[in-house]
């Protein structure tokens, strides 16, 4: 008598954005591979505007589920991500959406969501950090969110916050330069007291203060070009821009330093020998401690999460597991 084979025991858990995916097609292939896997029938969950996926992927988990994929936009990856921090179960991330920063920050396939599947039944699997931030509401409330690719308060939270939902369905991430031009009109430096870890108490006027597990944006930008998903620091970025002349200064290290000259040796050689320019700072560790004397905007992920009066965040060193495909090398990785 053939022994019983235990792979058909396991089931897939699909989490997912309807808004943001061909749901019939997924859920088809998803479906298909679990079945040539010899996996039993796959789970479907969808996302609401009530559960961002922390929810469902919680009860997927609850079921059994031996692998879960999520498919959705950035948002949607940091509310499944939160839920799986700590699981010994595997997470594949189908990318969707416009901005799939973390897919981005991997080097993962953007258009072939058939090959991110298979991934999920008989990829490798790496760990990756997890970032939690704690906020601190101007009523003395406290809330704590995880956050798998970059978090901010100050401009870029308001520069998220003033992006046109339809304009973003309708021209995805370069959106956020229609915020950017709208907040930037508005933008003032606010004071902040600022501690990373492992390092001395600043006192600063800042526009905006960062802190990020990875360090690629849309558009081939290099915000942080030395940013690891899996070192268990984060990588911090204050904007203290004073004039106008500042915000060019803050372009060009984006634009031009990080995103072109580091690629070249002759470049990186030309940056060794300028003139440093402290329009933005940078710093490393595993985590910081922020405190505004007003409330500011904060966002995590991409979203938009309210106002702040401070913010303590801390990194989890290699707490999420994710599936990627067979021999897929990545130097976040």
């Known amino acids: 008598m053939a022994s019983p084979d235990p792979s058909s025991d396991r089931r897939a858990a699909l989490v997912y954005n309807p808004i943001k995916v061909e749901v019939d097609q997924l859920r088809a292939t998803v479906t298909e591979h679990a079945a040539a896997a010899g996996w039993g029938e796959p789970l479907f969950y969808e996302t609401t505007v009530d559960d961002l996926g922390d929810g ?77 931030a704690r906020l601190t509401r101007p009523d003395g409330d406290h809330e704590e969110h995880a956050f798998v690719v970059m978090g901010g308060m100050g401009l870029d939270a308001a520069m998220i916050a003033n992006t046109s939902g339809d304009l973003k369905k309708k021209v995805g991430w370069v959106a956020y330069v229609d915020g950017a031009a709208r907040s930037l009109v508005k933008a003032k430096p606010f004071p902040i007291m600022y501690q990373v870890l492992g390092h001395r108490m600043h006192r600063a006027q800042v526009q905006s203060v960062l802190f990020a597990n ?27 821009p004073k004039t106008a002349l500042g915000w060019l200064a803050v372009w060009r290290k984006v634009a031009w330093d990080n995103s072109v000259l580091r ?10 020998l300028r003139t440093k320019d402290n329009s933005v700072r940078y710093a490393k560790g595993p ?47």
């Open 56 to 132: 469902v992927t919680k009860e997927a988990l609850d079921a059994g589920a031996s692998a879960v994929l999520v498919a959705g936009g950035d948002g949607t990856v940091r509310a499944v991500s939160q839920a799986m921090a700590n699981v010994h179960v595997p997470l594949t991330i189908v990318p969707s959406g416009t901005g799939n920063l973390l897919a981005r920050n991997l080097g993962l396939p953007l258009t072939d969501p058939a090959a991110m599947v298979a991934a999920a039944f008989d990829g490798d699997v790496h760990a990756i950090d997890v970032g939690y």
């Open 214 to 240: 990875c360090g690629s944006l849309p558009a081939g930008l290099e915000l942080i070009p030395e940013a690891s998903v899996s070192d268990g620091d984060l990588d911090i970025v204050i904007f203290q």
């Open 287 to 333: 985590g910081i401690e922020l405190a505004a004397s007003a409330a500011q905007p904060v966002q995590l992920d991409g979203d938009e999460f309210g106002e702040a009066t401070a913010v303590s965040v801390r990194v989890e060193e290699r707490a999420l597991r994710l599936a990627v495909p067979t021999g897929h090398t990545s130097p976040n990785l």
């Open 263 to 272: 690629r070249f040796r002759t470049g990186r050689r030309i940056l060794r």
